[in-house]
């Protein structure tokens, strides 16, 4: 469990979002994979993109939001660890708090993890917008890219 960085940089008086499970309850956390895209209307609007591995949702934010169809990247900025019950927040983030603006949920559902590397994931993702072999791939840094397979998937 590694959201230390995600409760540092919140007020969780001030703000509606989840404080995360304590350890314990992060493993208890079902036994399906689950992914989200939050829309994030923050001072940059852009859309958050997390992945549940290892007890929390690993974390990018993707400027111009993950591509639907094969044949576009999209930058990913890796960002931190949130709470695997993050995959359930909406509302608004007071303004002058961390993240300030208004967030929905535009995409979730399931995902099977078909392989991972240090600087490389990829999976399948089963969302209502989001389908089919996806792959996230480190650039440099904190930058990834993230793009939708040519490949058939059922
Ligand atoms: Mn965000």
Do not use: C
């Not at 989840?18 to 689950?34: L, T």
């Not at 019950?85 to 909406?90: C, K, M, R, S, T």
């Amino acid at each position: 469990m590694s959201i230390k960085r995600y409760r540092a940089k919140r007020d969780f008086e001030k703000t509606p979002e989840p404080k995360g499970w304590d350890v314990a309850g992060a493993q208890k956390a079902s036994k399906e994979r689950i992914f989200v895209v939050q829309k994030h209307q923050a001072s940059h609007l852009h859309y958050d993109f997390r992945l549940e591995l290892d007890g929390v949702l690993k974390s990018w934010a993707v400027p111009k939001g993950p591509p639907e169809s094969p044949g576009i990247k999209r930058l990913a900025i890796h960002v931190e660890d949130h709470p695997i019950e993050y995959a359930e927040f909406e509302g608004e983030i007071p303004a002058g708090f961390y993240g300030a603006g208004k967030v929905g949920i535009w995409d979730r559902g399931s995902y099977v993890l078909l392989w991972r590397k240090v600087d490389m994931l990829k999976f399948e993702l089963k969302g209502k917008r989001l389908k089919g072999n996806y792959m996230l791939v480190h650039s440099r840094e904190n930058q990834w890219l993230l793009f939708k397979l040519k490949e058939a998937t059922d």
